[in-house]
């Protein structure tokens, strides 16, 4: 790629990764899913990685069919806020790149919410002209969890 | 435009935005009221919208003049805190765009304070070889008041 | 810089941003160092400014190698989480820049966290064909510290 075609690249893949959060906090399940490769997989880590390896990390979902079915069963009746801040994201091959962005979440069911920090790990292909998202490994930094009427947690039992 | 204008184009539109909330939260007000056309309009929904329609939308605020007299009004003596992540943003023709951009704020008053986030969807005109922002809408995904001293609450009554 | 030199020059000046709040949160304290010049110093603010001057400065800490042990002594054992948003970055010559970011930081120690909101002003410098940060002075519009297990508190005692 000459430097403009990969500007315009990344531009292409930040835009996408923008897409991704907000189709998923605004719960368009099928426009989340078009965001990735159908090969695609994303495990997040469970506990807080901080200062040490991760100390417990969830199974990993694959493939576009079985993410969206995952995260939606999940997600679809709580309120949900993800944010993503500014990536460093470098290029393998024309059309290979991988990426790290910061990121926050707030996940509110009926009795409990959760408030995140971390990092996803991304890798991205490009596919018939199209960047996707092929992989998404979501480490943390922090995580702390509040029971509604009550006071702040200190932290995850495995944080 | 060609690539290289479309790029440049795109970075102009996001300092704007960022021009935006700096001027704000430091409560610069002209400098504020520099970042949109003459004729622009702001609406901001009272309600969280997650999960259905809007259940209240305040009424839209328009021109500049009367933008920068209602938002200094409400907001010169309190703390705020805006944060806009990254966007979506798409070109309609070579003077005029459309963006969506992910957002957060805070505003502590007196006696109580709302953390907030949602989406902005603005429009964008170039004016004498200038990119301004056109019109805000403010969608809610989630909208919590704390009063003083008191536990955060769990949402706005009509949230 | 043409035009398609400065897009690459603002890429890479993001990126070296994203690179020190990655580094600093995982605590790599070599690779933090790295996006420094050698004689480069940092200030930050101890009071909120909002509204007014800044009641209390904190020393400036000066050169890579002091901030390196003046940073990593202060927050190596901490939990912490720096996000930066959407910067406004100006050059001032081919290899001079500045740029403000507006930021969000939590700095988890064992009996107190504080969260706090601002803004990075940087000066940036082009040393042997890379960008590095030359100063960074952070000047705060909010902070609140909490106690462990005790409710959030209203400000700093100046802010």
Redesign the interface.
């Known amino acids: 790629m000459d ?2 075609e990969k ?2 690249a ?2 292409e893949i ?2 996408l ?3 991704y ?2 189709s998923l ?3 368009q399940w099928e426009e989340w899913g078009s965001v990735f490769t159908e090969d695609c997989w994303l495990k997040f880590d469970g506990g ?1 990685s ?2 040490g390896g991760d100390p417990q990390t969830h199974p990993t979902v694959e493939t576009r069919k079985g993410m969206v079915e995952f995260v939606s069963n999940l997600l679809h009746q709580a ?11 470098e290029f393998i091959s024309d059309t290979e790149a991988k990426g ?1 962005w ?1 990121m ?1 979440d ?1 996940v ?1 069911h009926a009795t409990t919410w959760t408030h995140g ?1 971390g ?1 996803y790990h991304d890798t991205y292909r490009k596919v018939d002209g199209k960047w996707l998202i092929s992989t998404v490994h979501l480490k943390r ?2 995580m702390r969890v509040t029971t ?2 009550g ?1 702040p947690g ?1 932290a995850m039992p495995n944080g």
């Open positions: 430097p403009v500007l315009l990344l531009e930040k835009q990764r923008a897409k959060w907000r906090d605004t719960k807080v901080t200062g309120v949900t806020v993800h944010q993503g801040h500014f990536p460093e994201i790290v910061p926050e707030i509110e920090h990092h930094l922090r509604v009427g006071i200190r």
